[in-house]
């Protein structure tokens, strides 16, 4: 059993950045691929990024790419999620996932978060 909490969310304002974090409890969490999704009112839960059991590899959704990075710390068993040049198209609850042999998909996920409002500001 894993349980993630996330924390830093908020308001920010267009151009701005916000460091995300997600502390996962047990013992195994160097066994999990880790990822970042997000979902806007409405609308379905997207892929945002995600990063290898290691740390040797890490993806990011196209529009992610360049701004967001994706990094984590096993030895605290913390995934980061480092967003820079924020839009407010970016204004999303913002979920931590792990899972084994996971990618891109939310059902390759076994265990979430409870999610952290980001909000950006025109």
């Known amino acids: 059993q894993v349980t993630l909490v996330e924390s830093g969310g908020g308001l920010v304002q267009a151009g701005g950045s916000l460091r995300l974090a997600c502390v996962a409890s047990?013992?195994?969490?160097?066994?999990?691929?880790m990822a970042w999704f997000r979902q806007a009112p409405g609308k379905e839960r997207n892929f945002v990024a995600i990063i290898t059991s290691s740390g040797s590899t890490t993806y990011y959704a196209d529009s992610m790419k360049g701004r967001f990075t994706i990094s984590r710390d096993n030895a605290k068993n913390t995934v980061y999620l480092q967003m820079n040049s924020l839009k407010p198209e970016d204004t999303a609850v913002y979920y931590c996932?792990?899972?084994?042999?996971?990618?891109?998909?939310?059902?390759?996920?076994?265990?979430w978060g409870q999610g952290t409002q980001v909000t950006v500001s025109s």
């Open positions: 996932a792990a899972g084994l042999g996971a990618w891109r998909l939310p059902h390759q996920y076994s265990y």
């Open positions: 047990g013992r195994t969490f160097s066994s999990y691929a």
